[in-house]
C-alpha cells in the first residue's frame, strides 16, 4: 500500500519554526514532483508550495515565499518543508502529495495523485 505520512506538526508561537517531513512507504517518489498545500475549516485545501524532482523548479504561494521552504530528501522521505517566522495564519493541516511519475509540478491539488493524511500546525499568539 502506497503511504505519505506527514510528521513534524505542532504547537508553536508565533514566530517560531517547525519542519515538516513526509516519509513514504510502499514506493519511492524519486521521479515525482512534490507538493505541501495546507486546509482549514474556513477554506478550501490551498497550494502552499512544490519542487520539481531534481530540485530545480522551486514555487511557492505569496502568503509564504521568503518564511518557507521546500526541499528534496531521499527516497524513504521525498520531501520537506521548513517553516520559518510562523504566522497566525499559517494555522491548519498540512499534507504532502506527490504527482504521477514524470509529471511537473503544479499548484492544482487536482493534479495530485498521493496524499498523506495531514498534520496539524497551530501557531498561537
Known amino acids: 500500500q502506497v503511504q505519505l505520512l506527514e510528521s513534524g506538526g505542532g504547537l508553536v508561537q508565533a514566530a517560531g519554526s517547525l519542519r515538516l517531513s513526509c516519509p513514504a512507504s510502499?514506493?519511492?517518489?524519486?521521479?515525482?514532483?512534490m507538493g505541501w498545500f495546507r486546509q482549514t475549516p474556513a477554506k478550501d485545501r490551498e497550494f502552499v508550495a512544490s519542487?520539481?524532482?531534481?530540485?530545480?523548479?522551486?514555487d511557492y504561494a505569496d502568503s509564504v515565499k521568503g518564511r518557507f521552504t521546500i526541499s528534496r530528501g531521499n527516497a524513504e522521505n521525498p520531501v520537506y518543508l521548513q517553516m520559518n517566522t510562523l504566522e497566525l495564519e499559517d494555522t491548519g493541516v498540512y499534507y504532502c502529495?506527490?504527482?504521477?511519475?514524470?509529471?511537473?509540478?503544479?499548484?492544482?491539488?487536482?493534479?495530485?495523485?498521493?496524499w498523506g493524511q495531514g498534520t496539524q500546525v497551530t501557531v498561537s499568539s
Open positions: 502529495a506527490a504527482r504521477a511519475d514524470y509529471a511537473t509540478p503544479t499548484r492544482r491539488t487536482a493534479e495530485y495523485v498521493y
Open positions: 510502499g514506493r519511492t517518489f524519486r521521479n515525482n514532483a
Open positions: 519542487i520539481s524532482t531534481n530540485g530545480k523548479y522551486i
